[in-house]
T-cell receptor, first 116, second 115 residues
């Protein structure tokens, strides 16, 4: 089984400041990793994913994340945030390989609030 | 392309009432999922359907049933609603769920309150 821990439930930050949202996972098998964003009263949208290869992955809206296998982490970063980045962010994992049928395990979510 | 649609958007039920949440996708996806979202708990998988004609339990299936009506539609039924089922329900779909690069696409959600 897999588990995901997002270390911060809320992250306030000022506009144009950098931000890091932290995600640690636990799994006995290899995993694929994802970050989703949820804007108020909307569904989830994929920001980026790590399947294999380079451990630094870039996503939409200027976000990037780094996979660290030894620390079992997949932290999300953005060098300069905008007001429009205010949303809830979810880290998720699924077992690598085909038998999981794409079932995702989500973290608890981090609410990012960008202040002017 | 509407993507994933869900009806209704909002619903209030009394304890013991039943209802069905509807989900449809127009992306010709094989796999569909139902999640519930509760504050501080992220999203938890209720049921999924790997392909038309198959369904299986997820992490929190108790109190729910599902039907994969056809390739497009996947419904979630609450037979006897309980206050603990107050939540936001999301439907999602993906291409073959066994393929790693097939991301899940989410609907806008249904906010359900059980009094």
């Amino acid at each position: 089984a897999q588990s995901v821990t997002q270390l911060d439930s809320q992250v306030p930050v000022f506009e144009e400041a950098p931000v890091e949202l932290r995600c640690n996972y636990s799994s006995s098998v290899s995993v694929y990793l994802f970050w989703y964003v949820q804007y108020p009263n909307q569904g989830l949208q994929l920001l980026l994913k790590y399947l294999s290869g380079s451990t630094l992955v870039k996503g939409i809206n200027g976000f990037e994340a780094e996979f660290n296998k030894s620390q079992t982490s997949f932290h999300l970063r953005k060098p300069s945030v905008h007001i429009s980045d205010t949303a809830e962010y979810f880290c998720a994992v699924r077992p690598a390989g085909g038998t999981s049928y794409g079932k995702l395990t989500f973290g608890q979510g981090t609410i990012l609030t960008v202040h002017p | 392309n509407a993507g994933v649609t869900q009806t209704p958007k909002f619903q209030v039920l009394k304890t013991g009432q039943s209802m069905t949440l509807q989900c449809a996708q127009d992306m010709n996806h094989n796999s569909m999922y139902w999640y519930r979202q509760d504050p501080g708990m992220g999203l938890r998988l209720i049921y999924y359907s790997a392909s038309e004609g198959t369904t299986d339990k997820g992490e929190v299936p108790n109190g729910y049933n599902v039907s994969r009506l056809n390739k497009r539609e996947f419904s979630l039924r609450l037979e006897s609603a309980a206050p603990s089922q107050t939540s936001v329900y999301f439907c999602a779909s993906s291409g073959d769920g066994r393929v790693s690069y097939n991301e899940q696409f989410f609907g806008p959600g249904t906010r359900l309150t059980v009094l």
